[in-house]
T-cell receptor, first 110, second 119 residues
Framework: RKEVEQDPGPFNVPEGATVAFNCTYSNSASQSFFWYRQDCRKEPKLLMS???SGNEDGRFTAQLNRASQYISLLIRDSKLSDSATYLCVFGSGNTGKLIFGQGTTLQVKP | DGGITQSPKYLFRKEGQNVTLSCEQN?????MYWYRQDPGQGLRLIYY???????QKGDIAEGYSVSREKKESFPLTVTSAQKNPTAFYLCASSIAPGRGQGAVTGELFFGEGSRLTVL
């Protein structure tokens, strides 16, 4: 089983739509979880951390399901500027390593 | 402004040549990382360093070498032994987790990347 599995998409949605991505991980020892955003030909940037209780930042909601070993990202009221690739990232304890998913591409259309 | 700087942004190399990619950070971060990204793929870890004068191999270290002589600097050398070096290389830094404390790995701050093309 892959360490991280993420649907590459692309997800094509109209402006204003709600879209959700999931990402599963295989290492039950994972302790830190993040969503990064990467624009075309640019470096990834942290979008939000994912906390056990779930967390929200404006139109973005992140959730963690430890039992099923996945994290999710929900984007409400999609904007054209949300078009990007969203990478899920997992960290495991003291190894100092973060594992990246391949990314899910979102295209928001007018 | 604090940040992480990679150079060069674009680099062309002939087969059989070694090249060194520079990565400098002034964030006072202990940990630094090198990742490689190929089209349509996630980032793959080449090497990482949690402290000066110490570094560990990542998942795809073959054909690469690094050094960590200063906290601020973590250069990556792509050697002629790397079979398929054309890729987008990303350097990152983070506050290192506390050892033996079960601390989580923190946010990564990335440089703008270096695109290497082998001709």
């Amino acid at each position: 089983r892959k360490e991280v599995e993420q649907d590459p998409g692309p997800f094509n949605v109209p402006e204003g739509a709600t879209v959700a991505f999931n990402c599963t991980y295989s290492n039950s020892a994972s302790q830190s979880f993040f969503w990064y955003r990467q624009d075309c030909r640019k470096e990834p940037k942290l979008l939000m951390s994912v906390y056990s209780s779930g967390n929200e930042d404006g139109r973005f909601t992140a959730q963690l399901n430890r039992a099923s070993q996945y994290i999710s990202l929900l984007i409400r009221d999609s904007k054209l500027s949300d078009s990007a690739t969203y990478l899920c990232v997992f960290g495991s304890g003291n190894t100092g390593k973060l594992i990246f998913g391949q990314g899910t591409t979102l295209q928001v259309k007018p | 402004d604090g940040g992480i700087t990679q150079s060069p942004k674009y680099l062309f190399r002939k087969e059989g040549q070694n090249v060194t990619l520079s990565c400098e950070q002034n964030l006072n971060h202990d940990a630094m990382y090198w990742y490689r990204q190929d089209p349509g793929q996630g980032l793959r870890l080449i090497y990482y360093s949690q402290i000066v004068n110490d570094f560990q191999k990542g998942d795809i270290a073959e054909g690469y070498s690094v050094s960590r002589e200063k906290k601020e600097s973590f250069p990556l050398t792509v050697t002629s032994a790397q079979k398929n070096p054309t890729a987008f290389y990303l350097c990152a830094s983070s506050i290192a987790p506390g050892r033996g404390q079960g601390a989580v790995t923190g946010e990564l701050f990335f440089g703008e990347g270096s695109r290497l093309t082998v001709l």
